[in-house]
């Protein structure tokens, strides 16, 4: 599934007005576009991941979702034609923009599972079905897992309860009876790993009017704004990083240049031992000024956009887990401490180094000091703007 997260929720023309407010130093107008779409939804494409072990039953009830017999034209291959080792997409016409993907057996590869989910592109979809039969396994377990951990949601599903019935029947134990049983087992067995147990439903890819498969289909219908919503949310940090990424990719290029140039400053022989360090610190502090107002990170700008999103500003700070950047990161003080100590050394050895060899180490040290401090700064910045797109837009 090749599809940026931008342009999941943006047109084109939509996401390049994005880029240019951003470019023009407007990030408060992104923000608040942002939000404006938070609040349209409709036209979301919604990727929903079919999973589980190959013969859970998962093509057929992909299948059974969209009205078809896997004798149709455009059904999921079932049984021994389950041979696909890539994801393949299904449009889910109940539902529009909604597709349903039927990802190979999660036993299908031969490998471990973090492999397995590397391959399937896991963190692509939004929203989960985990099919299984006859018993809870473990790879059940471990995706249901993986799942929460991303903050996403699924639904489980334990397919061709019908044979179940049949063996219930045969045992002389009322389904009633047997279906609690299997519930209270699927519960446990989630609790038992760590697992807040999903919805879980009961179903028959062929007796669709029987067993859970009319709640299922119900329930993705009432769901489906909330599902978007959090899909949605959790994508904001990625989707500012698209907006950001080509202007952070000008301040990297100018990041450099500072160092270059502070480099070469390091490299010219003075009359005072350490001064081209100093000189050096200065053009770091003013890099990070500079740095600052580009990214569009300060006190003012937060104030301005917590009263546009109804948020204290200094909630918005604490939700950002405190990445804004001070103008002078605490480094810097104990660095210019150690310029100073490193100056008053060589003042006292000075006659001990030839001037090449003071030159040299001038520039490396300039050089390495000014990239290192910049170079962080501009990423702590810009994890700074991924995290406030989503702090200010989060609910409370």
């Known amino acids: ?37 938070s609040g349209n939804l409709d036209n979301m494409q919604l990727n929903i991941a079919v999973m589980g072990d190959v013969g859970s039953g998962k093509s057929t009830f992909i299948n059974a979702m969209r009205g078809l017999r896997s004798e149709d034209e455009g059904a999921a291959p079932t049984g021994n034609e389950e041979t696909g ?45 985990v099919v299984s039969q006859s018993r809870f396994r473990e790879n059940d377990a471990e995706l249901a897992k993986r799942i929460q951990e991303q903050g996403k949601e699924l639904y489980y599903v334990r397919s061709k309860i019908d044979n179940d019935a049949h063996a219930l029947s045969m ?16 519960v446990s067995n989630f609790q038992s790993v760590g697992v807040t147990p999903p919805a879980i439903f009961l179903i028959s890819s062929f007796d669709l009017d029987k067993y859970d498969f009319p709640d299922l289909k119900s329930s993705l219908v009432i769901n489906l704004h909330s599902i978007k919503s959090n899909a949605f949310s959790l994508s904001l940090p990625k989707i500012m990083l698209e907006i950001i990424e080509a202007k ?60 546009k999103v109804s948020k204290p500003t200094s909630v918005l700070k604490m939700e950002m887990n405190h990445r804004v950047p001070s103008k002078i990161p605490p480094v810097i003080p104990r660095v210019l401490l150690g310029i100073t100590i490193v100056t008053c050394m060589i003042a ?39 995290q406030l797109m989503k702090s200010a837009l989060g609910s409370d």
């Open 85 to 129: 080792m890539e994801p393949t997409r299904y449009p889910y016409r109940a539902l529009s923009n909604v597709h349903l993907w039927d990802l190979p057996g999660t036993n299908s590869f031969g490998f471990e599972i973090n492999n397995y989910l590397k391959k399937v592109k896991f963190e692509s979809y939004d929203f989960f079905i």
């Open 1 to 37: 599934m090749v599809q940026s997260t931008l342009s999941k929720f943006f047109t084109a023309e939509e996401s390049r007005n994005l880029r240019s407010m951003y470019s023009a130093g407007d990030l408060e107008a992104v923000i608040l576009q942002i939000k404006r779409r």
């Open 248 to 307: 952070i990719r000008m301040l990297k290029k100018r990041v450099w240049l500072m160092a270059v140039l502070a480099g070469a400053l390091g490299a010219v022989p003075v009359p005072m031992p350490g001064l081209s360090s100093i000189t050096g610190f200065v053009l770091t502090v003013a890099g990070l000024i500079y740095l600052q107002k580009q990214v569009g990170l300060n006190d003012k700008f937060l104030q301005s956009l917590a009263s």
């Open 171 to 186: 045992q002389g134990v009322d389904f009633s009876e047997g279906r609690r049983t299997i519930l209270r087992d699927c």
């Open 348 to 386: 006292g050895v000075n006659y001990s180094f030839n001037p090449v060899t003071l030159s040299i180490f001038g520039a490396v040290s300039s050089f390495a000091f000014t990239y290192k401090s910049l170079k962080d700064s501009l990423e702590d910045r810009s994890e700074a703007v991924q």
